[in-house]
């Protein structure tokens, strides 16, 4: 039982690293991106391809998954996204979800439809005891990295300088840029990080989701409900939904399995009509 | 000086003159204009003219319709939906259901797929009442799944992943067959679309149209008019759920075979680009965009066959990208005459 939960803990936490990129980029910037999860598929697909073909270990793939996604969300927020963060939701919405058909398709086309695997390190196998609770070692790893994460997030954005800017070229943009803060480089560092954290997510998340080129949409509504459960205020609300979404996910699959995802969704378009800012976030 | 004044005043009495009473201002608007009169005589004289796209033909009268629905919410009362195929898929599974059962009679499956849906419909308007954009989405998107996963789940009754099998469809009004060419199937669907049309028409000009178009613009401001505001989108959210379930009810009658496909994610994205191609908020765009849609897609299927999804996501981003408002002005201006005829305000 305490299995389950630590199971669901580390679920919770890997869901939490693929998506508090969008908790930034749609908390923070107002931006409906529903091709987050197309970068975490992008992620997941260049630490395949390091780890099997180019005989990179594993623990130095997962800094360079982060990068090389955190650059093609660079890349595509220099050359696409900028031009929409003005526009409509509806916009925002048909130009991601475009996105996302073009990055199944094209991940269909290079890399084949079946699931991908990748062999971790001997290190990470296995499970060991703790007081009789069965420890996943890789799972242990998640929780670890998620953990650091959260913390470091918290701290760039509630207290460096470089948060105090992005929160500054958020609220106004106009008045951020009078006052000398480079707010487009700004937003493009934010997104490109957004991008790389879900890269590092969907690094991670092979091992234990499964990867193949419907990963985006299928992780898609996974995603928007961390970040639309959580609310935005912080970053902590985006946590404990992940966390309350993983524990209840995986707990149901174990005790329940005949329901499915049913269980999910109706609870979170329960939260969402009683509260629709989020369960921990301050009314507007 | 004095031409000048006069030139003002002149062009005071130009712009005042067209103002009409409110009654007058309506029937003008409801005025049938030429190019409408000549899109269904096409339409229907195509039962004749093409008697071999009649299954391609049937498919773009449901996925116009389907669309069709699509606008009443979306164009007219501003409300993004990503779950619309939950209405659609309900409605043909319970036509399926019917026609598996013994109640095949195509016009009452139609009724009945339409009542289910459209209470489906009722119910779930409750949950997009209040929150953003955002929440709206999600719930919408919500609640599709769980309908695809009741319907993935209940496989004694629906078949699950195989699909529903065995549904015998008997002649419409138990006087015309369905055949293996699709000519009744075609004919069938655009009588059906047509006059849900007449229907949507008539509502979007009627005064409750005109306030849901308020709603739309600025619901704060509708408000205090003393529009209200909820029960008015509990009805067009119902009301477009209706036309969704027959536009299900359509497919499964017509191709006789039901399968979860109905409730994907798909459907719904694919309605939402036929609406950014036709142009959404003047009830002409779903049907157009079906047509431009399946001939795109049966193009580039034929091109591409597994690779459709690219072609269909590169269209959504360019058009995004370009700009709907730019596209529609651009024709706008292209066919100005036109569109002015086919009754869409001038921006």
Known sequence: MLTILFDGIAYGML?????????????????????????????GYATVVMVNWLGIPFIFSLPLAFFVTAALGLVLER????HLYGRTHLDQVLFSIGLVFMAIASMDYLMGSSQQFYKLPEALKGQFDVFGVGIGRYRLLIVVICGLLALGLQIVLAKSLFGARLRAAVDDPRVARGLGIPVNSVFAITFAVGSGL??????????????????????????????????????????????????????????????????????????????????????? | ????????????????????????????????????????????????????????????????????????????????????????????????????????????????AGGIAGIAGFFSSFLILRGSDLTRLMITLGVALIFHEIANRMAWLTGGADGLLGIIIPPILGQFEFDFRGATAYTYSLVVLFL???LARRIIHSPFGLSLKALKDNRLRAGTIGIASARRIVAIYTLAAAYAGIAGGLLTQTTAFVSLEVLDFARSADALLVLVIGGSGYLYGGPIGAIFFKIMKDGLSALTPAYWLFWMGFALVVLVLVGRDRITGFADRLFAPVVALFGRKAR
């Open chain 1, 198 to 284: 879900a890269g590092l997510g969907g690094a991670l998340a092979t091992e234990i989701t499964g990867l193949d080129p419907t990963f985006p949409l299928k992780f898609m509504l996974y995603f928007l409900i961390v970040v639309t459960v959580g609310g935005t205020s912080s970053l902590t609300g985006p946590l404990l939904a992940a966390l309350l979404l993983g524990i209840t996910d995986v707990t149901g699959k174990y005790l329940a399995p005949q329901f499915g995802a049913f269980f999910i969704y109706a609870v979170m378009i329960l939260i969402l009509t009683l509260r629709p800012q989020g369960l921990f976030s301050r009314e507007k």
């Open chain 1, 15 to 43: 869901l939490f690293v693929l998506a508090c990129g969008l908790a930034i980029t749609l908390g923070l910037m107002n931006f409906v991106n529903l091709a987050h999860g197309a970068f975490a598929m992008a992620g």
């Open chain 2, 1 to 112: 000086m004095r031409m000048s004044s006069r030139e003002v005043s002149s062009s005071e009495i130009k712009t005042t003159q067209p103002a009409l009473t409110p009654q007058a201002f309506l029937l003008a608007k409801t005025k049938w204009r030429w190019p409408e009169v000549a899109f269904w005589l096409v339409a229907f004289s195509l039962i004749w003219l093409m008697p071999n796209r009649h299954l391609l033909l049937n498919e773009i009268a449901i996925l116009g319709l389907f669309a069709l629905s699509i606008d009443l919410i979306l164009g007219f009362a501003g409300i993004i939906s990503l779950g619309h195929a939950a209405f659609f898929g309900l409605g043909a599974y319970a036509a399926g259901l019917m026609a598996k059962h013994g109640i095949g009679e195509p016009v009452v499956g139609l009724l009945v």
């Open chain 1, 79 to 82: 050359t696409l996204y900028r």
């Open chain 2, 196 to 198: 849900l049309f007449l």
